[in-house]
Protein backbone atom coordinates (compact mmCIF):
# COMPACT_ATOMS: atom_id res chain seq x y z
CA UNK A 1 0.00 0.00 0.00
CA UNK A 2 1.62 3.54 -1.22
CA UNK A 3 2.38 6.23 0.77
CA UNK A 4 0.37 9.34 0.06
CA UNK A 5 1.56 12.86 0.61
CA UNK A 6 0.43 16.48 -0.48
CA UNK A 7 3.21 17.54 -3.87
CA UNK A 8 0.93 21.24 -4.30
CA UNK A 9 -1.54 23.75 -3.11
CA UNK A 10 -3.22 26.47 -4.09
CA UNK A 11 -5.82 29.70 -3.09
CA UNK A 12 -7.80 32.37 -4.26
CA UNK A 13 -10.31 34.85 -3.44
CA UNK A 14 -12.97 37.02 -4.90
CA UNK A 15 -10.81 40.50 -5.60
CA UNK A 16 -14.05 42.24 -3.56
CA UNK A 17 -12.86 42.74 0.32
CA UNK A 18 -16.07 43.69 2.44
CA UNK A 19 -14.96 44.87 5.85
CA UNK A 20 -16.80 45.28 9.11
CA UNK A 21 -17.18 48.75 8.37
CA UNK A 22 -18.84 48.25 5.02
CA UNK A 23 -20.99 45.76 6.62
CA UNK A 24 -22.49 48.65 9.38
CA UNK A 25 -24.33 50.28 6.34
CA UNK A 26 -26.47 47.08 5.95
CA UNK A 27 -27.20 45.98 9.00
CA UNK A 28 -26.80 47.17 12.98
CA UNK A 29 -23.67 45.97 13.54
CA UNK A 30 -20.07 47.33 14.07
CA UNK A 31 -16.75 46.41 13.85
CA UNK A 32 -16.08 46.12 17.38
CA UNK A 33 -19.37 43.58 17.78
CA UNK A 34 -18.03 41.45 14.57
CA UNK A 35 -14.60 41.09 15.98
CA UNK A 36 -14.56 40.15 19.33
CA UNK A 37 -17.54 37.98 18.75
CA UNK A 38 -16.10 36.40 15.68
CA UNK A 39 -12.31 37.32 15.27
CA UNK A 40 -13.38 38.20 11.30
CA UNK A 41 -12.49 41.88 10.27
CA UNK A 42 -13.01 41.10 6.50
CA UNK A 43 -13.99 38.89 4.04
CA UNK A 44 -14.34 38.39 -0.17
CA UNK A 45 -17.31 38.60 -1.67
CA UNK A 46 -17.41 37.05 -5.15
CA UNK A 47 -19.13 39.61 -8.23
CA UNK A 48 -18.20 38.34 -11.36
CA UNK A 49 -16.78 35.53 -9.72
CA UNK A 50 -17.88 31.71 -9.96
CA UNK A 51 -17.45 28.93 -8.34
CA UNK A 52 -16.02 27.26 -11.10
CA UNK A 53 -13.35 30.19 -11.66
CA UNK A 54 -12.09 30.42 -8.38
CA UNK A 55 -11.74 26.80 -8.67
CA UNK A 56 -9.71 26.93 -11.70
CA UNK A 57 -7.73 29.62 -10.55
CA UNK A 58 -6.69 27.66 -7.42
CA UNK A 59 -6.49 24.47 -9.06
CA UNK A 60 -4.10 26.19 -11.48
CA UNK A 61 -1.54 27.24 -8.82
CA UNK A 62 -1.35 23.88 -7.16
CA UNK A 63 -0.88 22.19 -10.35
CA UNK A 64 2.11 24.63 -11.09
CA UNK A 65 3.63 24.44 -7.28
CA UNK A 66 3.48 20.06 -7.98
CA UNK A 67 4.82 20.58 -11.37
CA UNK A 68 1.86 19.12 -13.08
CA UNK A 69 -0.47 19.45 -16.23
CA UNK A 70 -4.23 18.95 -16.39
CA UNK A 71 -3.79 15.75 -18.20
CA UNK A 72 -1.97 14.13 -15.60
CA UNK A 73 -4.09 14.53 -13.48
CA UNK A 74 -6.33 10.92 -12.65
CA UNK A 75 -9.27 12.27 -10.47
CA UNK A 76 -10.75 15.78 -9.26
CA UNK A 77 -12.70 16.28 -6.36
CA UNK A 78 -14.47 19.39 -5.53
CA UNK A 79 -15.72 20.19 -1.76
CA UNK A 80 -18.34 22.19 -2.24
CA UNK A 81 -22.43 23.18 -1.02
CA UNK A 82 -22.26 26.22 -2.96
CA UNK A 83 -21.98 24.43 -6.57
CA UNK A 84 -22.90 26.89 -9.76
CA UNK A 85 -25.69 24.63 -10.92
CA UNK A 86 -26.79 21.28 -9.58
CA UNK A 87 -25.61 19.93 -12.91
CA UNK A 88 -23.64 19.83 -14.03
CA UNK A 89 -21.47 19.16 -11.35
CA UNK A 90 -18.30 21.61 -9.70
CA UNK A 91 -16.23 18.99 -10.56
CA UNK A 92 -16.94 17.89 -14.07
CA UNK A 93 -17.32 22.21 -15.11
CA UNK A 94 -13.73 22.51 -14.01
CA UNK A 95 -12.43 19.25 -15.74
CA UNK A 96 -13.67 21.02 -18.66
CA UNK A 97 -12.01 24.47 -17.84
CA UNK A 98 -8.79 22.60 -16.78
CA UNK A 99 -8.50 20.73 -19.91
CA UNK A 100 -8.51 17.73 -17.73
CA UNK A 101 -9.86 15.15 -20.06
CA UNK A 102 -8.61 11.73 -18.14
CA UNK A 103 -9.74 12.41 -14.99
CA UNK A 104 -12.73 10.59 -13.48
CA UNK A 105 -14.40 13.46 -11.66
CA UNK A 106 -17.14 14.22 -8.74
CA UNK A 107 -18.18 16.43 -5.83
CA UNK A 108 -19.07 15.79 -2.12
CA UNK A 109 -20.86 17.80 0.45
CA UNK A 110 -19.98 17.85 4.23
CA UNK A 111 -20.36 21.44 4.67
CA UNK A 112 -17.38 23.10 6.16
CA UNK A 113 -15.69 19.55 7.11
CA UNK A 114 -16.29 18.85 3.39
CA UNK A 115 -12.28 19.28 2.70
CA UNK A 116 -11.52 16.79 5.00
CA UNK A 117 -13.51 14.26 3.77
CA UNK A 118 -12.44 14.48 0.32
CA UNK A 119 -8.55 14.49 1.18
CA UNK A 120 -9.29 11.56 2.82
CA UNK A 121 -11.46 10.22 0.52
CA UNK A 122 -8.29 11.07 -2.07
CA UNK A 123 -6.02 9.21 0.43
CA UNK A 124 -8.26 5.75 -0.39
CA UNK A 125 -7.81 5.75 -3.79
CA UNK A 126 -4.24 6.49 -4.18
CA UNK A 127 -3.51 3.84 -1.12
CA UNK A 128 -6.01 1.14 -3.50
CA UNK A 129 -3.87 2.15 -6.70
CA UNK A 130 -6.88 3.58 -8.57
CA UNK A 131 -5.33 6.94 -8.81
CA UNK A 132 -1.78 8.69 -8.81
CA UNK A 133 -2.67 12.25 -8.99
CA UNK A 134 -5.50 13.58 -7.40
CA UNK A 135 -6.76 17.24 -7.21
CA UNK A 136 -8.77 18.01 -4.29
CA UNK A 137 -10.83 21.25 -3.82
CA UNK A 138 -12.58 23.26 -1.05
CA UNK A 139 -14.45 26.00 -2.67
CA UNK A 140 -17.60 28.06 -1.80
CA UNK A 141 -19.73 31.10 -3.02
CA UNK A 142 -21.66 31.33 0.26
CA UNK A 143 -22.41 35.24 -0.35
CA UNK A 144 -25.11 33.78 -2.63
CA UNK A 145 -27.15 31.72 0.50
CA UNK A 146 -26.60 34.94 2.88
CA UNK A 147 -29.42 36.83 4.11
CA UNK A 148 -27.72 40.03 3.95
CA UNK A 149 -30.49 41.44 6.19
CA UNK A 150 -29.09 38.84 8.77
CA UNK A 151 -26.61 40.30 11.14
CA UNK A 152 -26.33 36.69 13.11
CA UNK A 153 -25.27 35.12 9.90
CA UNK A 154 -24.03 37.79 7.01
CA UNK A 155 -21.24 39.18 9.37
CA UNK A 156 -19.77 35.28 9.59
CA UNK A 157 -19.34 33.91 5.85
CA UNK A 158 -16.95 34.62 3.18
CA UNK A 159 -15.96 33.24 -0.52
CA UNK A 160 -12.69 31.46 -1.76
CA UNK A 161 -11.48 28.14 -2.89
CA UNK A 162 -8.29 26.24 -1.79
CA UNK A 163 -7.03 23.51 -3.41
CA UNK A 164 -4.25 20.34 -2.81
CA UNK A 165 -3.11 17.75 -5.19
CA UNK A 166 -2.11 14.18 -3.48
CA UNK A 167 -0.08 11.60 -4.96
CA UNK A 168 2.01 8.58 -3.76
CA UNK A 169 4.64 8.84 -1.62
CA UNK A 170 7.71 7.35 -0.49
CA UNK A 171 7.37 8.30 3.10
CA UNK A 172 4.59 8.23 4.84
CA UNK A 173 2.28 11.45 5.05
CA UNK A 174 -0.88 10.49 5.81
CA UNK A 175 -0.44 9.23 9.81
CA UNK A 176 -3.96 8.99 10.27
CA UNK A 177 -7.72 10.17 10.64
CA UNK A 178 -11.10 10.11 12.64
CA UNK A 179 -13.98 11.53 11.43
CA UNK A 180 -17.59 11.51 12.27
CA UNK A 181 -21.45 12.46 11.66
CA UNK A 182 -24.46 12.85 14.01
CA UNK A 183 -27.00 13.64 11.75
CA UNK A 184 -29.48 13.84 15.05
CA UNK A 185 -28.43 17.28 15.43
CA UNK A 186 -28.04 18.09 11.56
CA UNK A 187 -30.46 21.15 11.70
CA UNK A 188 -28.73 23.31 13.54
CA UNK A 189 -27.74 23.96 10.60
CA UNK A 190 -29.79 24.38 7.92
CA UNK A 191 -30.13 25.85 4.28
CA UNK A 192 -32.99 25.55 1.23
CA UNK A 193 -32.92 25.08 -2.04
CA UNK A 194 -32.49 28.15 -4.32
CA UNK A 195 -36.63 28.45 -4.45
CA UNK A 196 -37.36 27.87 -0.59
CA UNK A 197 -36.91 24.18 0.10
CA UNK A 198 -40.71 22.68 -0.25
CA UNK A 199 -41.88 25.20 -2.93
CA UNK A 200 -40.46 22.83 -5.17
CA UNK A 201 -42.20 20.36 -3.91
CA UNK A 202 -45.34 22.71 -4.48
CA UNK A 203 -44.53 23.41 -8.57
CA UNK A 204 -44.79 18.72 -8.12
CA UNK A 205 -48.53 18.33 -9.67
CA UNK A 206 -48.18 14.24 -8.07
CA UNK A 207 -47.54 15.84 -4.21
CA UNK A 208 -49.28 17.02 -1.50
CA UNK A 209 -48.68 20.67 -0.90
CA UNK A 210 -45.98 21.72 1.99
CA UNK A 211 -47.14 23.68 4.37
CA UNK A 212 -45.78 27.03 5.17
CA UNK A 213 -44.33 26.28 8.50
CA UNK A 214 -42.45 23.41 6.71
CA UNK A 215 -40.88 25.37 4.97
CA UNK A 216 -36.82 25.73 4.75
CA UNK A 217 -35.10 29.15 4.16
CA UNK A 218 -33.03 29.73 0.86
CA UNK A 219 -30.40 31.14 3.29
CA UNK A 220 -27.98 30.11 5.28
CA UNK A 221 -29.59 29.55 9.16
CA UNK A 222 -27.50 28.65 12.55
CA UNK A 223 -28.31 28.20 16.25
CA UNK A 224 -25.16 30.09 16.76
CA UNK A 225 -24.61 28.38 20.73
CA UNK A 226 -25.30 24.73 19.73
CA UNK A 227 -23.02 25.03 16.88
CA UNK A 228 -20.66 26.56 19.58
CA UNK A 229 -21.21 24.11 21.95
CA UNK A 230 -20.46 21.19 19.67
CA UNK A 231 -17.28 22.74 18.12
CA UNK A 232 -15.28 22.80 21.07
CA UNK A 233 -16.03 19.69 22.57
CA UNK A 234 -16.27 17.41 19.41
CA UNK A 235 -13.15 18.89 18.01
CA UNK A 236 -10.95 18.62 20.96
CA UNK A 237 -12.42 15.13 21.49
CA UNK A 238 -11.18 13.79 17.87
CA UNK A 239 -7.79 15.70 17.44
CA UNK A 240 -7.20 13.22 20.68
CA UNK A 241 -8.60 10.52 19.21
CA UNK A 242 -6.22 10.34 16.01
CA UNK A 243 -3.54 11.33 18.41
CA UNK A 244 -4.13 8.12 20.47
CA UNK A 245 -4.56 5.83 17.26
CA UNK A 246 -1.37 6.81 16.24
CA UNK A 247 0.52 6.80 19.44
CA UNK A 248 1.27 10.71 19.25
CA UNK A 249 0.94 13.73 21.58
CA UNK A 250 0.06 17.44 20.91
CA UNK A 251 3.85 18.26 21.73
CA UNK A 252 4.90 16.39 18.63
CA UNK A 253 1.98 18.65 16.37
CA UNK A 254 4.29 21.23 14.65
CA UNK A 255 0.88 23.58 13.47
CA UNK A 256 -2.67 22.86 13.80
CA UNK A 257 -4.77 24.08 11.04
CA UNK A 258 -8.50 24.15 12.05
CA UNK A 259 -11.53 25.37 9.83
CA UNK A 260 -11.70 28.88 9.80
CA UNK A 261 -15.16 29.22 11.71
CA UNK A 262 -14.83 31.75 15.07
CA UNK A 263 -12.03 32.58 17.00
CA UNK A 264 -12.85 31.90 20.11
CA UNK A 265 -13.79 28.31 18.91
CA UNK A 266 -9.62 27.67 18.42
CA UNK A 267 -9.23 29.06 21.65
CA UNK A 268 -11.07 27.12 23.55
CA UNK A 269 -9.70 24.18 21.57
CA UNK A 270 -6.21 25.11 22.23
CA UNK A 271 -7.24 25.89 25.74
CA UNK A 272 -8.82 22.21 26.34
CA UNK A 273 -5.97 20.75 24.29
CA UNK A 274 -3.63 23.12 26.38
CA UNK A 275 -1.25 24.53 23.41
CA UNK A 276 -0.07 27.38 22.65
CA UNK A 277 -2.12 29.79 20.06
CA UNK A 278 1.24 30.14 18.19
CA UNK A 279 0.99 26.81 17.25
CA UNK A 280 -2.69 27.23 15.10
CA UNK A 281 -3.01 29.37 12.02
CA UNK A 282 -5.29 32.35 12.29
CA UNK A 283 -6.79 34.04 8.88
CA UNK A 284 -10.33 34.34 9.18
CA UNK A 285 -10.25 37.78 9.99
CA UNK A 286 -9.08 38.27 6.23
CA UNK A 287 -11.39 35.84 4.83
CA UNK A 288 -14.41 35.03 7.42
CA UNK A 289 -16.10 31.32 7.66
CA UNK A 290 -15.65 30.06 3.81
CA UNK A 291 -17.15 26.86 5.17
CA UNK A 292 -15.30 23.84 2.52
CA UNK A 293 -12.43 26.71 1.31
CA UNK A 294 -11.33 27.50 5.23
CA UNK A 295 -8.96 24.51 5.53
CA UNK A 296 -6.99 24.36 2.08
CA UNK A 297 -7.24 28.29 1.84
CA UNK A 298 -5.47 28.30 5.66
CA UNK A 299 -3.19 25.34 4.55
CA UNK A 300 -1.81 27.00 1.39
CA UNK A 301 -0.71 30.18 3.23
CA UNK A 302 0.65 27.49 5.68
CA UNK A 303 2.59 25.91 3.57
CA UNK A 304 4.15 28.88 1.18
CA UNK A 305 4.98 30.81 4.48
CA UNK A 306 8.04 30.74 6.31
CA UNK A 307 6.85 28.67 9.16
CA UNK A 308 6.83 25.24 7.89
CA UNK A 309 9.93 22.65 7.31
CA UNK A 310 10.13 19.63 5.75
CA UNK A 311 8.94 16.21 7.93
CA UNK A 312 6.93 19.00 10.29
CA UNK A 313 3.50 17.69 11.50
CA UNK A 314 0.23 19.41 10.87
CA UNK A 315 -3.06 18.53 12.63
CA UNK A 316 -6.29 19.20 10.17
CA UNK A 317 -9.54 19.36 12.04
CA UNK A 318 -12.96 20.56 11.02
CA UNK A 319 -16.43 20.57 11.95
CA UNK A 320 -19.51 21.59 10.07
CA UNK A 321 -23.47 20.84 8.86
CA UNK A 322 -24.65 17.44 9.28
CA UNK A 323 -23.16 17.93 11.69
CA UNK A 324 -19.59 16.56 11.11
CA UNK A 325 -16.38 16.69 12.93
CA UNK A 326 -13.21 15.08 11.71
CA UNK A 327 -9.12 15.53 12.52
CA UNK A 328 -6.19 14.35 10.33
CA UNK A 329 -2.57 14.34 10.65
CA UNK A 330 0.27 14.24 8.33
CA UNK A 331 3.86 14.54 8.35
CA UNK A 332 4.99 17.24 5.38
Known sequence: MPEVKIIGTGSYAPELIVSNDDLEKLVETNDEWIYSRTG????????TETLESISAVAARIAMEDAGLKAEDLDMIIVATLTPDYPLPNASSALQ????AAGA???DLNAACT???????????????HEAK??????AEILSKIVDWTDRSTCVLFGDGAGAAILAPGEN?????????????KGYTLTCGDTLTSGEQDNLNPFKPPVKSEDLISRYVYMDGPEVFKFAVKRVPECINQVLEK????TGQVDHFVLHQANARIIESVAKRLKVPMDKFIINMDRYGNTSAASIPIALDELLKSQKVRPGDVLMIAGFGGGLTWGATLLRI
Open 40 to 47: IRERRVAT
Open 96 to 99: KELG
Open 172 to 184: QGFIGTVTGTDGT
Open 133 to 138: YILVIG
Open 246 to 249: TGMT
Open 114 to 128: GFLFAMNTACMYIRC
Open 104 to 106: TCF
